[in-house]
């Protein structure tokens, strides 16, 4: 296949990529704005490949991206351009409806456009994948609230109520592409993820905050107590898992992605200063560096991902656990701080964001 991937450059996209050019024999069409989290960095181990092509396109361009489709020719799109942050979309939600809504809808009218005028054996085998987040589903009861919260899960059938501005636009975006599906007959994928973390992560979320804040011996800002708790994918893993729904799922359907990881963020901060505690001891222990900060406006408790459905119709399972991803995660920092430093040039020096209320 050639597969069209926007926002390959970004975290979960450049693992996409990276295991689409190793593991396959698949091409890949990266189109990525360039954003400050998309980073080219991250695919410096295909950029001499045959099978990839960059394209430096804004998906909100509707002509160039037409141009893309155009010249290009791809079988499948994935589609994981979005504005991610939650935080960020606390303290400026424009961004994330333009890139989120207003360019899925652009996205999906060039998808209309290109997938009808093809051949009717290439237009039976197109597919759009959308890539979305457990988010749009709001949040879970506590253990902490509620005694059987244990055994309540998000499912394909959850229905939607997000909380930030950031997931409000992520379930916009997935009722655009259902919607295209059951007016024009687009053969479209949704996928629904939970966490995720592993190398090439920005500075601005959880995991790789905590890890270089560590090693600058910084405070390790924690939001209340750190009782969210959340499922933690190792993103690798979750590469395979979309390759595994836009080459073997069924059209039409949704697929829910978790690590089976439910984690309380403090457990998760205690783990990563544990880990760099054996690998750098110092002079001090690193989880004297936790620090209870004011937690952020409209914080969701808890998420949780029945994965069973992705396991039993197609077969995949997490490889990580989480103390394997995490140990790997910690690594991968600590060999790659310069990287590091360079994606962090400019106006983003792991300040705290998102406090507006």
Same mark, same amino acid.
């Given at each position: 296949?050639?597969?069209?991937?926007?926002?390959?450059?970004?975290?979960?996209?450049?693992?996409?990529?990276?295991?689409?050019?190793?593991?396959?024999?698949?091409?890949?069409?990266?189109?990525?704005?360039?954003?400050?989290?998309?980073?080219?960095?991250?695919?410096?181990?295909?950029?001499?490949?045959?099978?990839?092509?960059?394209?430096?396109?804004?998906?909100?361009?509707?002509?160039?991206?037409?141009?893309?489709?155009?010249?290009?020719?791809?079988?499948?799109?994935?589609?994981?351009?979005? #504005?991610?942050?939650?935080?960020?979309?606390?303290?400026?939600?424009?961004?994330?409806?333009?890139?989120?809504?207003?360019?899925?809808?652009?996205?999906?009218?060039?998808?209309?456009?290109?997938?009808?005028?093809?051949?009717?054996?290439?237009?039976?085998?197109? %597919?759009?994948?959308?890539?979305?987040?457990?988010?749009?589903?709001?949040?879970?009861?506590?253990?902490?609230?509620?005694?059987?919260?244990?055994?309540?899960?998000?499912?394909?059938?959850?229905?939607?109520?997000?909380?930030?501005?950031?997931?409000?636009?992520?379930?916009?975006?997935?009722?655009?592409?259902?919607?295209?599906?059951?007016?024009?007959?687009?053969?479209?994928?949704?996928?629904?993820?939970?966490?995720?973390?592993?190398?090439?992560?920005?500075? #601005?979320?959880?995991?790789?905050?905590?890890?270089?804040?560590?090693?600058?011996?910084?405070?390790?800002?924690?939001?209340?107590?750190?009782?969210?708790?959340?499922?933690?994918?190792?993103?690798?893993?979750?590469?395979?898992?979309?390759?595994?729904?836009?080459?073997?799922?069924?059209?039409?359907?949704?697929?829910?992605?978790?690590?089976?990881? #439910?984690?309380?963020?403090?457990?998760?901060?205690?783990?990563?200063?544990?880990?760099?505690?054996?690998?750098?001891?110092?002079?001090?222990?690193? %989880?004297?560096?936790?620090? #209870?900060?004011?937690?952020?406006?409209?914080?969701?408790?808890?998420?949780?991902?029945?994965?069973?459905?992705?396991?039993?119709?197609?077969?995949?399972?997490?490889?990580?656990?989480?103390?394997?991803?995490?140990?790997?995660?910690?690594?991968?920092?600590?060999?790659?701080?310069?990287?590091?430093?360079?994606?962090?040039?400019?106006?983003?020096?792991?300040?705290?964001?998102?406090?507006?209320?």
């Amino acid at each position: 296949m050639k597969i069209l991937v926007t926002g390959g450059a970004g975290f979960i996209g450049s693992a996409v990529i990276r295991h689409i050019i190793k593991h396959t024999q698949d091409s890949v069409v990266n189109v990525d704005k360039l954003t400050y989290a998309g980073n080219l960095e991250s695919l410096e181990s295909v950029f001499n490949n045959d099978r990839y092509t960059f394209e430096h396109v804004d998906i909100c361009n509707q002509k160039e991206l037409r141009r893309v489709f155009v010249e290009h020719q791809p079988d499948v799109v994935m589609h994981l351009a979005a #504005e991610s942050h939650v935080d960020r979309s606390i303290d400026g939600p424009g961004d994330f409806i333009q890139t989120n809504i207003v360019g899925t809808y652009i996205l999906l009218e060039e998808c209309r456009s290109y997938w009808t005028g093809l051949s009717p054996v290439r237009k039976a085998k197109f %597919r759009l994948h959308h890539i979305s987040t457990d988010e749009v589903y709001g949040d879970l009861p506590h253990p902490a609230d509620y005694e059987n919260a244990a055994e309540l899960l998000f499912t394909e059938e959850t229905a939607y109520a997000p909380s930030s501005p950031y997931s409000a636009s992520k379930a916009s975006s997935d009722h655009l592409v259902r919607s295209w599906m059951r007016t024009y007959g687009l053969p479209v994928l949704i996928t629904n993820c939970s966490n995720n973390y592993g190398p090439y992560h920005f500075p #601005e979320k959880l995991i790789p905050l905590v890890i270089l804040n560590a090693l600058d011996g910084k405070p390790l800002p924690v939001y209340g107590k750190g009782d969210q708790i959340r499922d933690w994918l190792y993103v690798e893993d979750h590469a395979r898992a979309l390759y595994t729904v836009v080459s073997e799922g069924k059209v039409g359907e949704t697929y829910n992605i978790g690590g089976h990881n #439910e984690k309380q963020n403090i457990e998760v901060v205690n783990a990563l200063c544990d880990v760099l505690q054996e690998l750098i001891p110092g002079s001090f222990q690193y %989880r004297d560096l936790i620090t #209870e900060v004011k937690d952020r406006p409209g914080h969701d408790r808890r998420y949780a991902i029945d994965a069973s459905k992705i396991k039993c119709e197609l077969g995949w399972q997490p490889l990580e656990t989480f103390e394997s991803g995490i140990r790997k995660t910690v690594k991968w920092y600590l060999e790659n701080l310069e990287w590091c430093r360079r994606v962090q040039d400019g106006s983003y020096q792991r300040e705290r964001l998102g406090e507006q209320v």
